[in-house]
C-alpha cells in the first residue's frame, strides 16, 4: 500500500508562481504530487515544474485537458512529455482518435489520463447539451463508456468523480487508473461550491480512488499543510 500522501493531488489553481510557491514549500512533505493547470502554467508553467523539482521528489500532474484534432494533441504530448511530468490530461471528447494519438505522443513518458464527464457537470447540464435519456438519466453510463475509449487507446486511466471509482476499478482492472476530484472532507467550509458530485476522502478510497484531487479544503483552509495530514489521516484510516 502507497503511503498516504501519495494519494493527494493538490492542484495549484493560482495565477502566479509567486502565489504558488508558499503552497509549494508548505506542502512538497505531504502531498504526492502538484497538479498544474492552465491558469499557472499560461504565465510561467517550465518555471513552475522546476519550482516543484527542486523542492523535493513531488511529482507533477500536468492538467491541461488537451481537445483538438488527433495530430495535434500528439504533437503537444510530444513537446509536453519533455517536461518530465508524471500525468497529463486529454478530453475523451468524441472520437477514440484523439486519445490514441495522445498516448502515441506520450511515447510512455507521460501517463495520459482521459477525462470522462467532470465532476462540475450535472444531469441537467447533460440534457442542456443534447444527450439523451440513457445518459442524461444516469451519468455513469456516460463515464463507463468514456472509460473503456480511454482503456482501448491505451490511457493509463481516468478523472472521474468517486461515485464512480468503484465501478471503474471493477470494470477496467486494478491498473487502470482512477484519479477523482470533486472530494470534500466532512469539516471543509468550502462545500457549497461549483462541485456537483462530491465525495469525502474517506468515501473515494473505500470506493478504490488511486487518487484524489483536493484543492480549495487545502487551499483556502487557514492552515493548508494541517488540512492535508489532517486528509492523510483520513485516508490512513480508510485503508485500514
Ligand atoms: O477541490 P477543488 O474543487 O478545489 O479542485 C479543483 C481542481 O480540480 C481544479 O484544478 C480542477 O481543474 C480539478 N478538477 C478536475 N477534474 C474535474 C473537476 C475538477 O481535474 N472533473
Known sequence: MKPARDYIIFPLDVPTL????PYIECLSDCVGMFKLGLELFIRSGPEAIKT??????????????????????KRAVKVLADLDVTFTTVHCGESINMLESAVKGAEGRVGILGVTVLTSVSKKDIIDAGFNDRFSSDLTGLVMKRAETAQK??????VCSGLEAGVIKNKFGNNFLAVTPGIRPAWDKTAKDDQ???MTPA???KNGADYLV??????DSNDP????LKIAEEINEANK
Open 153 to 158: 487507446a491505451g490511457c493509463a486511466g481516468v
Open 203 to 205: 468515501q473515494a478510497i
Open 196 to 198: 456537483q458530485r462530491i
Open 214 to 219: 483536493i484543492g480549495r479544503p487545502i487551499r
Open 18 to 21: 509567486e502565489e504558488a510557491k
Open 52 to 73: 516543484i523539482k527542486s523542492n523535493g521528489n513531488t511529482g507533477i500532474f500536468l492538467d491541461l485537458k488537451l481537445h483538438d484534432i488527433p495530430e495535434t494533441v
Open 225 to 228: 499543510r494541517e488540512a492535508a
